[in-house]
Structure formats: C-alpha cells, structure tokens
C-alpha cells in the first residue's frame, strides 16, 4: 500500500552519485499511515539532488528493515519550494565549486523569490555579482539546469505513472529530449529502455491520441514481448509464429481491438530488416541474447584453438597426484585422476557430478597438482595466479570453506556494479588458472562476460551438475557446452559422501536416471513420506516444521522446497 510522508530532510545518510540511489532522515510533519508513530522516518530511492534542511513530501511503500525497522521505499516525491535560507546553504555546499555563503547570499538577495526558476531562465544576471568567476558562474548554472531540470523531467515522468528508478534511467538515456520523446514517441521507450514495460507506453499513447493499429505500437509490443517471453522461460529465442501470437494476444487485450496479424507481420519484418531483432531460421532473437550466444561461441573457440597449453609428462602428473593424496589422506579413483589429468593437460575443461560424487575433492586435487607443476605455494593466497568464481555470493563463501583460497562471485571478479554499463569491463582477468563453480547458474549474458574477459592463453575449469535446473534468466550455458565434442569433459557418477544410514543422495541419483526405488514411500533415517491433497499441504508443512522444531532444529536450518511458487504448495 502506498503512503505519504511530508517533513523536513534532517540528514544525508548514503548517498550514491553514479545511480542517484540515496538514503535520508526525514522529519516527519505530516503522513497518511495511520499506524505509523514515530517522528521520523528513514526514506530510501533514486533521487536526484536532496537538500538537508529542505521540506519535501515523499510516496511509496513501508517495508521493514531487519536493523533499522521500518523504512519508506519511495516510488516518486515532490520538493517544497526552497526558502531562502535553505538556498544559501544549498549554493554554498559542496554541490557547487567557488561558492561561498557570502556569494550565495548575493544570489539569493538578487533574484528574490522563486531563485532558482529565475537563475534558469535569466542566468546572464548572475553577472552582476563580484567575486563569481566566469567559471565557477558556468558551472554553477550548469550543475543548478542538471539537477533542477532532472527534478522536473522526474515529476513530469512520475505524472504519466512511470516509476522514479525507470524514470531515471529514461532521463538518462534521452537527457533533455526526455519530455519530447515521452510525449510525442512514448512507444520508443519500449525499444530503447531495458524494462520498460510495453502498457505504462500504450496507455501513455492511448492519452496522447496514437491508434490502436499504429505501426509503431506494433513494434513495441513485439519487442516487449520477445524480451518477456525470454524472461519468463528462460529460452533465448522463439518462433515467429509463436511470437506474432502472443503479441497480438497483448495488442488486443491492452485495447479493445481486433487486429490483422499480417500487418503485425509485417513490422516485425521491418524490425529484421532495421536489425532491431535477430533471425535465424524463423527463430527470433533478442539481440542482446542473440550477440551473447554469438559471443560465448567466438570466446570458447579462441581459448580452445589460440592459447598456448603447456604440456606435462602424464608421469609427472600421477606423481603429483600421489604427492596429494598422501597429503590429504584421500584415494582418487581412476575417473577421479582422469578428470585432474584432463585439466591439466587442457586449456579448457568441464568437470559435472551430483552431490556427494566428490566434485570438491577433485577440485582440491587440480588445484594442488597445477600448483606442484607450477611451483606455486599455496599458503601465498593472495599472490597466486588462480582464481575461483561463483555466480552467487553463496557459492564463492563455500568455494573458500572448501579449498581454503581466496573467493568471490563472478560479478565481483569482472567489476560489475548493477547497472546495465559493462563498456568499463574491458580488462583480462589477471589469472592464468580459473576455476568457475556452479556453472548451471551462470545466464547467457554473464556467460559471454565472464568469457570475453579471459585471456587466451588463460586455462579455464568449468564446475557443474549438469542435472541441475538452469539458470533463472535466459540460457543453458552449461547444457550447450557439453554438447560441444571439442570441450574435454569428465562426469562423477559415484558417490562418495554418504554416511551408512543416509538414503537421500543415493535417492537423488535414482530419480535423476528417472527411477524410482520401491521403497521410496518407506520411513527411513534421514527421510519419510507423507502424502496428503493440495488443500492439506500448508496444515502439514506447519506440523512438520513445528515438530523439528521441538525437536530443538533451529528454524535457520530449516527449508520448504515446492515447485512452484502458486498454489497451495508454493
């Protein structure tokens, strides 16, 4: 539910430049959540510049905080016309260079009220005043026309119901067009700006008097849903046909129209034409996924035929196969010291096993011998020329538990923020061994990332379970590279870490070859069954967690997986 809360902004608590993302202290003079007691609040969003001391009236919806309790995720807000004393202490801050309060105080007694609309419209007064620069008279206007103008261009898009972290990435994208390209082009918005979704632009054009069977509608909608249809299923491409489809399913029940199909047809003919999309046996591509398949495919064939490979006496390698699992204690077994042969003695190579098949082990195993041949210390963690990588924060902090070295997530390796900008990612990784756990996970645009940032002659492992649910988003990187015969791969299969009286790894492995035991309904140690109809299922999810719990399990060790998030068990 959305409330509003008024007040004045006490203080600046985070504030980030580069997103607009801020965290402020409000003091609160007037809200509609009733509920709501406290005298200030914390406001969290994407804003442009805020002024302490200054009255601003901020909408959105209150969500808890583990910390800090209750907080205001905005949607949009509205500033309060600035008094004069907040104005010279705004000129005068860090915001705005050879500024001082004297000056701001001349600028503020020059223009009178309405200062700032003023300055925008007459900026050549600021003339007058001695001590300004033409310099610092410049940048001040400049910098004052970027926040004041992005504040209007904010308010305006917020009026049409567009949310305020879209809207920012709008007013990024087009600058001061912002306002001429919403109000004469809404549907470009659909082409040009990552999820911007296809009816806030219809009902924008549908106010603005654009018809129903306009081409340029016809556009948007089969943009917005090629990139929806990725989205949702994870394919990164569709037929034609099934495209037109839904398009015109989302054409028509966004207005009441019915539509021809062939001139839908035909703009998405257009759309090949103009490259917007991409075509490939009447399958049609998003062409951010089009170029990261593309990608993947020229960066896997430049490491496997230009990188230079050294080569080790098969012998050697046994030695030092020997050497760790003297070390470790451990046996390997033949699979086992075929797989750290094979990433040895290759440039690229995919290791894939289900749980308890001793992927770990022989990842340890790799690394100690690669190090044994290389002459690499271990204990010297920080200097060592290998890297491991994760897709998620999880996996790389259980990749360290496990080897003892250095980890972290994909995204952290390359530098990746959150925004959409990679033209900043143009590094190699500086690595000669990588090792990539979890690599189900890993979506096709991470994928071509991670991959166009390996140098050639980089070694690079691949980790998997190939049985594993792909990645959420678009692609199934790791399936498709087991299917390429040039890629060297090893498959654990047996099953190691399994104690006497546990069935469930072994249960696992069954139902992934489509078997199932015949004990499966069976209670046993570490599992039991209990079947129940759909209208049951949440009472005995309760039972069964409320029994563990006196059975002193701590609620943190305790999961409900469905397979779905609707209904009854989801």
Not at 207 to 230: C, K, N, Q
Request: glycine share 6%; net charge negative.
């Amino acid at each position: 539910m959305e409330y509003y809360f008024s007040g004045t902004i006490e203080r600046i608590i985070f504030e980030n430049p580069s997103s607009f993302f801020r965290i402020l202290l409000l003091d609160i003079s007037d809200t509609d959540a009733e509920d709501f007691d406290d005298f200030e609040i914390i406001v969290t969003g994407t804003m442009a510049d805020i002024m302490e001391g200054e009255d601003y009236t901020f909408w959105g919806e209150l969500v808890h905080h583990p910390k800090y309790g209750e907080q205001l995720k905005i949607s949009r807000y509205e500033r309060a016309k600035p008094s004069s004393k907040g104005l010279v202490k705004y000129f005068s801050s860090d915001h705005f260079k050879g500024i001082g309060l004297k000056t701001a105080q001349k600028i503020v007694d020059l223009y009178g009220d309405d200062t700032i609309d003023k300055i925008l419209e007459a900026p050549e007064k600021l003339e007058e005043i001695t001590g300004l620069s033409k310099k610092n008279r410049l940048a001040f206007v400049e910098k004052l026309r970027q926040n004041y103008g992005t504040e209007r261009i904010l308010a305006q898009l917020a009026n049409y119901g567009i949310p305020n972290k879209l809207a920012f990435q709008i007013q990024d994208f087009y600058k001061e067009e912002t306002l001429q390209i919403v109000e004469q082009q809404p549907y470009r918005l659909v082409e040009d700006i990552q999820g911007m979704g296809f009816k806030i632009a219809d009902q924008l054009a549908e106010e603005l008097g654009i018809a129903s069977d306009a081409p340029e509608r016809f556009r948007a909608g089969l943009i917005h849903s090629l990139f929806s249809y990725s989205i949702e299923t994870g394919n990164t491409y569709i037929e034609a046909k099934d495209l037109l489809r839904y398009t015109i399913d989302l054409l028509e029940s966004a207005r009441p129209v019915e539509l021809d199909p062939s001139t839908v047809a035909q703009e998405l003919g257009r759309l090949i034409e103009e490259d917007k999309v991409q075509n490939v046996d009447t399958k049609i591509f998003d062409n951010s996924l089009f170029f990261a398949e593309e990608g993947i495919r020229s960066h896997i064939g430049r490491l496997l035929e230009k990188g230079k490979q050294a080569s080790f006496d098969p012998e050697k390698i046994n030695q030092a196969i020997e050497a760790v699992e003297k070390d470790l204690g451990i046996r390997y077994d033949a699979i086992q010291k075929e797989a750290i042969h094979q990433a040895i003695q290759n440039k690229v190579f995919i290791l894939t096993g289900g749980p308890g098949t001793g992927k770990t082990t022989v990842i340890n195993g790799m690394i100690s011998v690669y190090a044994q041949l290389h002459q690499l210390d271990l204990r010297k963690k920080q200097d060592l020329p290998i890297l491991l990588a994760a897709p998620t924060g999880r996996a790389a902090r259980r990749m360290n538990e496990l080897t003892g070295l250095p980890s972290a997530t994909i995204h952290r390796h390359l530098g990746m923020t959150g925004d959409d900008d990679t033209s900043h990612l143009e590094d190699y990784l500086d690595a000669d061994f990588i090792i990539v756990d979890e690599f189900s996970m890993v979506d096709t645009w991470l994928a071509n990332q991670l991959l166009s940032n390996i140098a050639t002659d980089t070694k690079l492992l691949i980790v998997g379970d190939a049985d594993q649910l792909p990645s959420v988003s678009p692609g199934q990187v790791l399936a498709d590279l087991l299917q390429i015969p040039s890629i060297p791969q090893t498959k654990l299969e047996h099953i190691f870490r399994q104690s006497e009286d546990s069935t469930i790894v072994s249960l696992a492995g069954d139902i992934r070859q489509g078997k199932l035991p015949q004990d499966f309904t069976e209670r046993k140690a570490d599992r039991s069954y209990f079947e129940a109809g759909s209208e049951h299922i949440p009472k005995m999810i309760e039972q069964i967690t409320s029994a563990a719990l006196r059975s002193q399990i701590p609620a943190r060790d305790i999961q409900v997986l469905a397979p779905m998030y609707k209904g009854q068990a989801g």
